[in-house]
C-alpha cells in the first residue's frame, strides 16, 4: 500500500510539473511573439513610401516594422496558407475581400488609405506613334506591359480601363503579363516593351520612363488601397496603432508628396 502511494504522489507531482512547463512554454511563446517585429504585408507599389514612412514609425520608439512587399495577390495568398502577418495593404478591394472571406481579417477592421492613377508610360526618349490612348493599338506599338490582368492589381485595373475605352480587343494579342505593376515598369525601362501601363506613383521620378498619358481617374475604376490588422496577429495593438499612423498628417504629406491621393481628393478629380 505504501508503494502504491507512493507511486501516486509521483504521478500526481509529475503531472503538476508538466502543467507548469506547458503554462511556461505557452507564456515563452506569448513572450517570444510580442518581442518579434511587426509584420505589415504590402502592395509592392508601396515599397518607396513605406519604407520611409516605416523608419519614422522605428524612430518613434515603435516595435521595429518588417515589410514583405511584392504583388497583392501574392500576399493575399500567403496569408491565407498562415503566413505571421499583423498588417496587410493591397492594391485593390478584391484582395482584401479574398483576405476578409477566407477568414483572415474582419470586415469593421478595413479602412480605405489611399488611392493611385493609372499613366501610360514608354521607354525614355522614345514616344507613342500617335494621340494617346488610341495609338497603344497603332502597329508601331508591339508590346504593352501590364501586370497580369488575371490576379495582380494593377494589371486588372489596367485591362478594365482598356475594356471601358474599348482598346482591350485591338491591344490583348501584344499584352506582356507581368508578375507586379514594378515587374511591367521594369519592362519598359528595359525597352523590352515599347509602353506600359502603371501608376502614376511608379513611374514618378523614373528617368527612364516617360509618362505619355495620364489616364483621366474618371475613365479608370477606382483605385483604392485598404489596409486592416489580421486576426491572427501577433501584435494586434502595435497593428492598430500602425494603421492609425498611416493616417496621422505627418504621413498623408508623405504619401501625397510620393503621387499618392486621398480618397476623397480623388474622387472630386
Given amino acids: 500500500m505504501r508503494t502504491s502511494r507512493l507511486r501516486r504522489l509521483c504521478a500526481a507531482a509529475l503531472a503538476g510539473v508538466c502543467v507548469l512547463a506547458g503554462a511556461c512554454d505557452t507564456a515563452s511563446r506569448r513572450e517570444a511573439a510580442q518581442e518579434g517585429p511587426l509584420r505589415v504585408a504590402a502592395a509592392v507599389s508601396l515599397t518607396d513610401v513605406l519604407t520611409g514612412v516605416g523608419r519614422r514609425w522605428d524612430a518613434a520608439g515603435n516595435p521595429n516594422v518588417e515589410f514583405n512587399f511584392a504583388a497583392s495577390n501574392v500576399l493575399a495568398r500567403q496569408i491565407l496558407e498562415g503566413a505571421p502577418v499583423d498588417v496587410f495593404i493591397s492594391a485593390d478591394e478584391a484582395q482584401m475581400d479574398r483576405v476578409i472571406s477566407g477568414g483572415s481579417a474582419d470586415t469593421p477592421d478595413r479602412v480605405i488609405l489611399f488611392t493611385n492613377q493609372l499613366v501610360v508610360v514608354v521607354p525614355s526618349g522614345h514616344a507613342l506613334p500617335g494621340p494617346p490612348p488610341d495609338s497603344l493599338a497603332d502597329n508601331a506599338v508591339k508590346r504593352v506591359a501590364i501586370g497580369d490582368p488575371q490576379g495582380v492589381p494593377a494589371g486588372v485595373y489596367a485591362k478594365s480601363w482598356l475594356e471601358r475605352v474599348g482598346l482591350w480587343r485591338r491591344i490583348e ?6 508578375a507586379s505593376v514594378r515587374a511591367a515598369l521594369v519592362a519598359v525601362e528595359a525597352s523590352n516593351a515599347d509602353a506600359g501601363v502603371v501608376y502614376r506613383t511608379d513611374a514618378r521620378g523614373d528617368a527612364k520612363v516617360t509618362v505619355a498619358y495620364e489616364v483621366p481617374i474618371a475613365d479608370a475604376p477606382a483605385i483604392l488601397y485598404p489596409g486592416a490588422v489580421l486576426k491572427h496577429a501577433a501584435h494586434p495593438e502595435a497593428a492598430r496603432k500602425f494603421i ?9 504629406e508623405t504619401f501625397a508628396a510620393s503621387g499618392f491621393l486621398e480618397p476623397d481628393t480623388a474622387a472630386a478629380r
Fill in 173 to 178: 494579342p501584344k499584352i506582356v503579363p507581368s
Fill in 244 to 252: 492609425a499612423f498611416l493616417q496621422s498628417a505627418a504621413s498623408r
